[in-house]
């Protein structure tokens, strides 16, 4: 293909510049390809009428020319001109949702070339909304078909920069009209079948459609993984909306896939290889490894879909093979992002549960007397060693009557050791740490005693020595010089390395 000199042209769609719509209006007549704004994402225009321009439409998006493309009209009289039989619902759903972001899909007129529709006896319908759409239609004589503007594959465009890197080089003209307002493609429905069938879920909904002519089918490919049958708009069938990197998406209830990715973030970070997350406003505070994107709110699912491709594109500047990504409710706008979601992933998912179950415990708490020497020396000691999984590590006294800084000579034999106590501040044990996900650990036999006697009977509540298994004894260094201190830390050095191993088998073990 030769390479061509692509116009950008910024326009605004509140005061449309007459002169550039004359411009690109001109070009698509002459049967050149002009990338412009719609409100769902940007289209790559061409004359529907024309056969060359459709054949150009393929070749510069490196689209199968099995993949039919949608005709945009700007006036609801102009789809008699195209369209044939076409059904009496449809006045009802013209009115309801157009212009917007539904296609419809009827049996062709011969004015439409085979090249549009892809061989197909059909055609596919939409009037958008966007302003400057709808004056390149009109300026462009009526008949614009515009596929997703993107090299075919990629995330849809939903700013003109997306197109640029895509189609730079390789298309007339790009209209520059900011970004777009929905940010998913059209609602695809087929109106040849009674009742009509969505094809491709979107900004208008199957509840939405039942309100106005009553109940729509929907392909039940849609959001099923079996790639064994075919979906009925051939557009459906490919790997779609892909970043570069691999996408997967976790499964579960919000709060086992934020524990999930957590996890594969934390084992990622540990091999070098940090993972991309896909996150929502109200979970990116929950991350504190791999590269996190804020994907918009759970508050306003339209924040997600306006942001889901431009996200994935942010991804490929990114240094990542794999992203994860959590996922969303199959409701409302949340049917559009999922299939988009998944045709991304191309179907990889994993439960969370799976993950989360392999975590028997998430923190581990030590336990001493007055909190203030060998509990937090225990505690600092285990955050130095190389763990699986990422444990939130605390110490706590039976009694602490204030919080306290650790013990000097405590704080002098871990500093020697390139270890440090300076944050530690003493807190008192209680009922809230013997939660079921936190792994209490005593020094003494007297602390567990003292916690089973106050609390009951608990199964994660033992001695050091008990849960490791081996019976070296703590020395007490309290009141003793510095070498005392040494020699305790060295005890706890031994110990805790084989702690560390133990939860660390604890993971393989569930595996
Ligand atoms: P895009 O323009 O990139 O959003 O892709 C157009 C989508 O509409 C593709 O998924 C096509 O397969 C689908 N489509 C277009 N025309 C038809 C048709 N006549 N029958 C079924 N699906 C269609
Ligand atoms: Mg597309």
Known sequence: MNFMETKIRKIDKNQIDEKIIEEAGALLR????????????????????????????????????????????????????????????????????WPGPLTMIFEKSDVVPYGTTGGLDTVAVRMPVDPVAQALIRAAGGFVSAPSANTSGRPSPTTAQHVEEDLSGKIDMILDGGTVDIGLESTILDMTVSPPMILRPGAITAEMFEKVIGPVDVDKTLLSEDSTQAPKAPGMKYRHYAPKAKLIIVEGDLREEILAIRQIAYEADRKGQPIGIIATSETVPFYNHGIVKNIGTRENEKTIARNLYSVLREFDDENVDTIYSESFAVQGIGTAIMNRLEK?????????????????????????????????????????????????????????????????????????????LADHSSLQFDGEDIQEDTLVLTIDESQKEKILSEYGEQDNVFTLNEFIGDDTEIPDPYGKPLTAYGECLEVLDKLIKKLADKLNSLMEEEK
């Open 30 to 97: 002459e049967g050149k390809l002009v990338a412009f704004p719609t409100e769902t994402v940007y289209g790559l225009g061409a004359d529907a009428l024309q056969e060359e321009a459709a054949r150009k439409t393929y070749e510069a998006k490196g689209r199968p020319s099995d993949n039919p493309l949608i005709v945009h009209i700007a006036d609801y009289e102009d789809l008699k001109k195209i369209a044939v039989n076409i059904p009496p619902e449809t006045d009802m759903l013209a009115a309801h949702f």
């Open 344 to 420: 991304a992933a191309g179907h990889l998912r994993i439960p969370a549960s799976e993950i989360v179950k392999l975590q028997k415990y998430r923190k581990v708490t030590f336990v001493s007397g007055t909190d203030s020497a060998r509990g937090p020396m225990a505690a600092e000691l285990l955050r130095h060693c190389d763990l699986k999984q990422e444990y939130v590590i605390n110490s706590r006294g039976i009694v602490v009557l204030f919080p306290e800084p650790a013990n000097q000579k405590a704080e002098a034999i871990m500093k020697s050791a390139q270890m440090t």
